[in-house]
């Protein structure tokens, strides 16, 4: 009997098709020469953060590079995707941009940024009945994040100093003055079900845990990530520096699978959906009306800014380095738990050419049309832009 991926009118094959029509993509000239034998190895939290490598995987597109890449093995925290890249489970993974900055700098790991993986794709989320309706209202308010060295706390704390309130570190159960905000880490699986129960006022995370309190527990977003910091970085692609010294041709095969996905779901964001769907080929615990939620534009009334258009979730390859600064001297102003003292000597523009490898990602970009495949910028300048940042 015919298994699923061997019937003609497959799923997955139906898709390939859809994805070759749709991008209007060359496939690679030379897949069969391609001989290194190293697999690949993905790791991956079950988040929309990481759908341009489950992407590639499903679509096949690292496959039609000549790549051996293993199915993506799904994790539940940071703390143990980041461990297990340490021991060299995965060799190829999305990360919190801060994450990278901390093992580069902290603990000497010679760890490199390749390519963003997407723009945008988090929120804070409170209760519907909830009385916080901006960054005001969080004093007194217990409010979970991913991970200290995230996208999602440096923002936060953004917020929470600009209306003059304190972000601590304390346990739950301690008294909390109206001007603090205390933050604690959850992994993004058990924030929905701490919300509901009362546990935390609200959090901050990466959809689709926005998404899924919205669809089953009618939560509210309080803000878009996108609509504090204009199409923002989140995750990146990252891999050991001699890692990369000695793949170069697979990770140049590599990135430009992911590049070709990202460029697949900007225009294909329902069969986005429904790819990664335990409804489809089951990469996200998720059925498709809560991812589909994510691939959706928000509503104008949603948002603080709906003239900078941007997307819930957008996706566009390139590590502007001005992002990369503007994270680093964040850093240095958010509260976290540990010894932040090595970002104080980081001299910024230094520390971020060290940090990030863009040479694959622009080849990529280049071979399927470039920055305009992704963004409206000006083709003056393309690879340089200015961070537009709004609390208020």
Known sequence: MMDEHSKPNSRRQFLKKTA???????????????????????????????????????????????????????????????????????????????????????????VKVLAWDHTNGSAVTVKKDSDIYS???????????PSWYSTHNLLLQMGIRSQGLRPVIKPQSAKLMKDEVNLFILPPPD??????????????????????????????IMRFSGDI??????????????FIHKNAILIQKAINAIVRAQDWCINNPSETAHLL???????????????????????????T??????????????????????????MRQTLVEGDTLFLR???????????????????????IGGMNRFCNCDMTKPYTREEVVEIN
């Open 345 to 367: 000597d980081l001299d910024t523009p230094k520390a971020a050419d060290l940090l990030v490898e863009n040479s694959f990602v622009m080849k990529s970009m280049d071979e």
């Open 191 to 220: 924030m929905p079900t701490a919300l509901l129960g009362n546990k935390i006022d609200g959090y901050i995370v990466a959809d689709p845990f926005n998404a899924l309190a919205q669809v089953k527990f009618n939560a509210r």
């Open 305 to 330: 800014h709906p003239q900078w258009n941007v997307a819930r979730i957008g996706f566009q390859p390139f590590p502007f380095p001005s992002a990369t600064r503007f994270i680093i001297d964040q």
């Open 135 to 145: 960054f005001k209202d969080l004093g007194g308010k217990q409010i979970a994040v």
């Open 20 to 110: 070759a029509a749709c991008t209007g993509l060359f496939l690679p000239n030379a897949v069969n020469a391609f001989a290194k034998s190293e697999t690949i190895r993905l790791g991956y939290l079950p988040i929309t953060d990481a759908t341009p490598l489950l992407v590639a995987h499903g679509l096949g597109y690292f496959s039609e590079e000549g790549l051996v890449v293993d199915r993506p093995v799904m994790v539940r925290s940071w703390k143990i995707l980041v461990e297990s890249f340490l021991a060299g489970k995965f060799n190829l993974t999305h990360m919190l941009f801060p994450i990278p900055v901390w093992m580069r700098f902290k603990q000497k790991v010679p």
């Open 229 to 242: 910091w204009k199409n923002h970085p989140c995750c990146v692609i990252v891999a050991n520096e001699n």
């Open 277 to 303: 769907s335990r409804d489809g080929e089951g990469y996200l615990p998720f059925p498709k009306n809560v991812l589909s939620k994510v691939f959706e534009n928000p509503h104008k009334n949603e948002l």
